[in-house]
């Protein structure tokens, strides 16, 4: 029977490796038959499946296998993976944290980890979850200090906090490890702008303009350009009123003095 089991997993190995995936499938069911128990071949299945695009059957394979090989790190981390990418949800954080406590050197885990911790906190206004957030990003930073996904979303956490220079320094070092990163720079030039860095707005920017062209560069260059016209009124507007004030606070010592 033994023997028999590992035919066909390595008969369907073969198959994987040659992208027949469906023929893959087919070698592992039969494998799965004759050892209804074990939780690796399920895993397998679930990752061609994932290949062929049917991710909803794919999670079905990992449920079983996490249930049958609880301490076996891979169906969990798929597992985490899949149900993440839509979005938040109790289940994604609860395999996230499952994954993690099986495989704690995973930048990805942790950034999926302080995504759902950061729209938890986001929803409840939580001071506590923003800085489980937080503490989340900065582990994945000290895994892969140059995962600038990871520094963009530790930036959130800390605005949420009210930490606004520390956001800005953070994105500026999640430029510095990623030069193209154009969300970054997006995010930057938002917190710029509404702590009043308007010059800075301007030098982020003139960045975005000359980053590689794309259909989300192009808009937010349009849109950029709209912005900068505004805020180069208000410098000008700005300027005046100075010039204004300053010149009235001048004519009166003059009149005081005479």
């Not at 049917?54 to 985490?80: C, F, G, M």
């Not at 986001?122 to 800085?131: I, L, R």
Request: glycine letters at 6%; one cysteine or more; aromatic letters at 12%.
């Amino acid at each position: 029977m033994c023997s028999l089991f590992h035919k066909y997993r390595d008969r369907g190995w073969e198959f994987y490796e040659a992208d027949k995936f469906e023929e893959a499938i087919t070698e592992w069911r039969v494998a799965a038959d004759l050892d209804p128990e074990d939780g690796y071949v399920l895993n397998i299945i679930g990752s061609a499946l994932l290949k062929l695009g049917r991710e909803e059957a794919a999670i079905v394979e990992w449920r079983k296998s996490v249930q049958l090989e609880p301490d076996y790190d891979a169906p969990h981390t798929n597992l985490a993976y899949a149900l993440s990418d839509p979005g938040y949800s109790p289940e994604a954080l609860a395999a996230v944290r499952a994954a993690i406590r099986l495989k704690s050197d995973n930048v990805y885990l942790y950034n999926y980890l302080g995504f759902h911790l950061l729209v938890q906190a986001d929803e409840n206004k939580d001071k506590a979850g923003w800085e489980a957030a937080t503490a989340a990003f900065q582990q994945a930073i000290d895994i892969d200090p140059t995962n600038s996904y990871a520094h963009r979303h530790l930036a959130k956490t800390q605005w949420a906090r009210r930490k606004k220079r520390d956001a800005i320094a953070t994105l500026e070092a999640a430029i510095s490890v990623n030069p193209e990163d154009f969300k970054a720079y997006k995010q930057l030039l938002g917190y710029q702008t509404w702590v009043g860095n308007l010059r800075g707005a301007i030098r982020t920017g003139n960045t975005i303009d000359a980053l590689p062209e794309t259909e989300e560069t192009d808009q937010y260059v349009a849109d950029y350009d709209r912005l900068e016209k505004r805020v180069m009124i208000g410098l000008y507007i700005s300027a005046g009123l100075t010039a204004v004030l300053t010149g009235m606070w001048i004519w009166n010592r003059r009149g005081r003095g005479a």
